[in-house]
């Protein structure tokens, strides 16, 4: 099977090209990225060494680029994770998450009509259905939870599942969307608030929290999520959307507050910083259908993942040192175009 992953040089789409790649050893797996600020062929360090891996740069929303990657690799399988991702970008340039996140997205699904696939998957977000009281446990996102978004990052991500549900009963295309709550782990850019925590406080540097830190937040380690997108890609049903949860709320400041305990570092060093405009409230999924249709579940609790995490950050300064000094951007030219 060849499988074209879509933004595999970001966080999660680079920890699903590992994971596939580990568990599959006659796949072939493409990554096609554009190498924007959140692309980082370091995190692709490794894949680069195996045989079955091939990296190709190039952007979504570009039917030139697109057409060419069908035409000369004529994938089997689809997987989209390639979006502007980051809330408070999109609400200071709504235009590039649109074009992107939109328009990206339906120049990838004409491409998968025009030379056939078996399987297109769109990696959503639970963002899409807005938020959820804070007072209110009890109450959970599920596949029927209407649309409601609160940001032009998230209305994006609504607008690309509309597009690929479209596409399916419109044209018969076999597509699938999975819905995720917050991805945590190795290789997560810094601007995002776990590997942002304990990059600042490895430096004894402000924590910037949001309002009083009471927003709450189902953290899935990415790992899981790896797992669980594989599972549908093979398993699941065309046309169904896919929920994906961790089963671990915490409020922001609890994530803080966990961060700096494993760090050693003083609290004192929480800065609370004026809220974001339109700030979600909670966030929390029901992973039911996945896990009745296709038995997954989450394996990784929030205390183990978190601990994995930042002993990812400290064995890896590097990685990330690169990003905050920029020198990350050069590693494309320095690593792979002598390969």
């Not at 997560?188 to 927003?215: Q, R, S, T």
């Amino acid at each position: 099977m060849k499988i074209v992953v879509t933004g595999g040089a970001g966080f999660i789409g680079g920890n699903f090209v590992h994971y596939m790649l580990n568990k599959y050893d006659d796949y072939d797996i493409i990554c096609f990225d554009a190498l924007t600020y959140a692309g980082n062929m370091e995190t692709l360090e490794q894949a680069l060494d195996s045989p079955n891996f091939k990296f190709i740069k190039g952007d979504i929303s570009n039917v030139k680029e697109v057409e060419s990657l069908f035409e000369e690799e004529k994938p089997d399988v689809i997987v989209n994770f390639a979006a502007e991702s980051h809330v408070d970008r999109s609400i200071n340039n709504p235009g590039v998450f649109l074009k992107t996140n939109v328009i990206g997205t339906q120049i990838l699904l004409d491409a998968c009509r025009k030379y056939g696939i078996e399987r297109y998957h769109q990696v959503s977000t639970d963002e899409v259905y807005g938020d959820l009281p804070v007072d209110r446990t009890d109450l959970f996102f599920t596949e029927n939870t209407p649309i409601h978004t609160s940001s032009p990052y998230s209305a994006s991500k609504a607008g690309a599942d509309l597009l690929v549900q479209a596409y399916y009963r419109t044209y018969g295309l076999p597509v699938t969307i999975s819905r995720c709550s917050n991805n945590y782990g190795p290789y997560h850019f810094p601007e995002k608030l776990i590997p942002l925590m304990i990059v600042n406080a490895l430096n004894d540097k402000p924590l910037p929290v949001y309002g009083k830190g009471d927003n709450i937040r189902d953290w899935l380690y990415v790992e899981d999520h790896c797992s669980a997108i594989d599972l549908i890609i093979h398993r699941g049903t065309v046309g169904e959307v896919y929920n994906i949860g961790g089963h671990n709320e915490r409020t922001n400041l609890e994530v803080v507050k966990t961060i700096i305990k494993e760090l050693g570092k003083s609290e004192h060093l929480i800065n609370f910083v004026t809220d974001r405009a339109g700030h979600d409230r909670r966030y929390a999924i029901n992973p039911t259908k996945i896990h009745s249709e296709l038995g997954w579940s989450p394996n990784t609790k929030f205390d183990d993942g978190i601990k994995q995490t930042i002993k990812w950050y400290l064995e890896n300064k590097s990685w990330w040192e690169n990003i905050i000094s920029g020198d990350y951007k050069n590693y494309y030219a320095k690593m792979y175009e002598s390969r």
